[in-house]
Every structure is written in C-alpha cells, then in structure tokens.
C-alpha cells in the first residue's frame, strides 16, 4: 500500500462501454447492447493504488482495458494525466502507450510461447525504438533481476517456469518503458495462495522503487484490501461504492457491499460459528438488459418497497468522504433497516460481456 498525496493521474467522467449485439444471417441488424460499463465516474490519484472489486461478469476487466484505450469508450471521458485521450486514434496514442501498461490475468495466455523471455521483455523497447539490440539486452537483464528472476532466463521460454515466475515475466515487460500507471487484472487470480502473496509484496515494493500508480481489480476482498489504499466496489456496469480501504472493511454501507463482506471466512472458527453471511438471491442480472432504477434491487436483503424500484441512487459522497449509492445507507447503518431472510428472486442469466480475444502487451 503507498502513501500518496498526489494529484489525479486518471479521472473517469460519465465513462459509457456497450458491446452491441447483432442478429440476422449477416449480423447487420443491432438489437440491443450489453452494458458492460454504463456511467460510472472515478479518480485515481497519482501514486496510488485503487482497488477495484465485483463479481464476474460486472465490468472490472472492460474499465482497465477501455483506461487503456484496448476498447474505445462508447462515452464519457477518459483523461489522463491532464489530457483527455478517450477520442484519440492509434497514432496520438502510441507515445502515451509507454505510459499506461498493463498485467494480464492469465500468465500464461499473455506470453508469446514462440518467444525467448529475453525477447518478450525487450519487445516494448523494440517497438517503441528506446534501445538498439545491446542497450536491449542490458535493460532486460535489470528489469529480471528488478522481478526476482534469475539471468538465465533469458534464454530460456514462457512453458519453463511457473505460473509466479511467468507473472513476473509479465510485470518486468510492463516495466520496460518506465510507465506511470499499471492496470493488474486480477494478475494473482491463477496463482496458489503462496505465490500469490510474493507477487503482491513484488507488486508493492515496485510501486515504491519506481513511483508506480495503480488500477489493481480483483475479486479476492483480502488481496484487495492488503494493497490498496482506496477501493471502489462494482455491480452490473456501475460503481456502488468508493472508499479508503479500512474504512470499507470495517463500515461498508451499500448492502451489495455488505453481503460480499458477510461471505469473507474469518480465521476464527467460535465467530465464525456465531455469525451469520447475507446470502444473495439469484445470479448477476444480464447486462443487456439490467434491472430498473436500483440496479441491486432484485437482490438486495435490504430492499424496500417503492424507492428502489422507482429511482436511481446517485452515488453521492458522506461527510466522511465515503461514496455509496444506495438510498438508505444511513438507516442500514444505524440498524434501522434489516436484511430480510431472503432477497426476492427476480433475475437474469449473465452474459459474456465482451467477445473473447487473446491479451496483447501494449
């Protein structure tokens, strides 16, 4: 976790990402979108790490890779570091890509098998014409030696180590260019929970060295809330709710936000016994076709009869600089409100937010 005090390096404002969906025998009729990221507005400040977590399906992986302009935003704005960059074409986007870099999910399917890790990680430095073939080799050689892998591996191919070692790989190829801002998605998901803990100290330790910004999504609430400093919650498209990291652990107040805490086993198994998790009704609703105002409200515990139904809770920040959007966050709070036994059942099948494809280092 960083100390920073920072100004804003991104601002998210009104940010809009539909995948259409098309029908007929030539797929040229547009029937409808999926909502993959539908208004949501975040800040993340220079030095930094900002959590963001949800359940699959909800839109985590689609705002990291839309900051990164890998899908163009349908609205909205994406400004980075002062500038906005949502409408720029390939060309005006090339010099910002040395500073936004990303590490994907899966360390395997992210490394060209073809190639030499020596060539993986130089390839940035290649592509953008920072280094000749020495100058290459050197950088190379400290960026492995930076991660924690040993000099031999350079030669040596992605299917030779395992998945904490190809992460690392992964992470030195991000670091290449020397970037202000990293996405991680979900970069420890596939990793045993040893390895997951050496990568999240690497993770932080580079973030000191090199005065790194983070964007770290995730759906393990423990990993999220060891690295960052602030964590904002997401559901079906929208964010829900926004606040420092300890604060949200020990006081969260939107009610989708207080099942997923309610989930978390704690390693105490007399209060583990003793206490009981809020569970939610259903699946995640289909982002093609999402639920009225509330958009929790088909499986809120807390729901109540008209309001939720009818009108959509901004996300509004509290005197304590909290953001929740949830019209009764203060009486859920002050015990006013109750979550009842079971939400009601009211939901739709997920769907696949986005057509598949292979990542691509940027």
């Known amino acids: 976790m960083s100390v920073n005090g920072g100004g804003p390096l991104v601002e998210l404002e009104h940010l809009k990402v539909y995948f259409p969906i098309k029908s007929g025998l030539l797929l040229d009729r547009h ?57 720029l074409g390939e060309g005006e986007l090339r010099p910002l890509r040395r500073r936004m870099q990303m590490v994907f ?16 990680v130089g390839e940035p430095l290649r592509t953008h014409g920072l280094a000749n073939r020495k100058e290459s080799a050197g950088r190379v050689s400290d960026l492995l030696r930076t991660v924690g892998l040993p000099q031999d591996a350079t030669g040596r191919y992605p299917h030779e180590f395992s998945g904490g070692q190809r992460q690392r790989i992964g992470l030195a190829r991000a670091l290449a260019l020397n970037p202000d801002f990293i996405v991680a998605d979900e970069p420890v998901s596939a ?10 100290n690497l993770f932080e330790e580079l973030q000191e060295e090199f005065e790194l910004t983070y964007l770290f999504i995730a759906h393990d609430l423990a990993v999220v809330r060891h690295i960052s400093d602030r964590i904002a919650v997401m559901y079906l498209g929208m964010i829900v709710e926004v606040s420092p990291s300890a604060e949200l652990y020990e006081k969260p107040l939107h009610p989708y936000t207080i099942s997923l805490l ?67 966050a203060e009486d859920i709070e002050a015990g006013r409100i109750r979550p009842r036994e079971r939400a009601p059942v009211l939901v739709e099948q997920a769907v696949e937010l986005a057509p598949e494809e292979e990542p691509r280092p940027v």
């Not at 639920?291 to 939720?308: G, L, S, V």
């Open 105 to 120: 999910q899966d360390p395997f399917a992210s490394l060209n098998p073809r190639h030499s890790v020596g060539r993986i």
């Open 191 to 200: 990793l045993d929970v040893s390895i997951q803990a050496q990568i999240i």
């Open 262 to 328: 309610s989930a978390v086993p704690i390693p105490d198994p007399v209060v583990e016994r003793q206490r009981e998790p809020i569970l939610l009704a259903g699946d995640l609703p289909s982002p093609a076709n999402p639920p009225p105002a509330c958009r929790f409200h088909t499986r809120c515990p807390f729901i109540q009869p008209t309001r939720c139904r009818e009108e959509v809770p901004p996300l509004r920040r509290l005197s304590t600089g909290h953001e929740v959007a949830c019209h009764w």
């Open 31 to 87: 029937i409808g979108d999926i909502r993959a990221v539908d208004d949501i507005s975040l800040t993340i400040k220079r030095g930094e790490t900002l959590g963001l977590v949800g359940e699959s399906g909800c839109g985590k992986s689609t705002v990291g890779r839309t900051i990164l302009r890998l899908y163009k935003p349908t609205a909205g704005r994406i400004v980075f570091d002062g500038k906005d960059i949502s409408q």
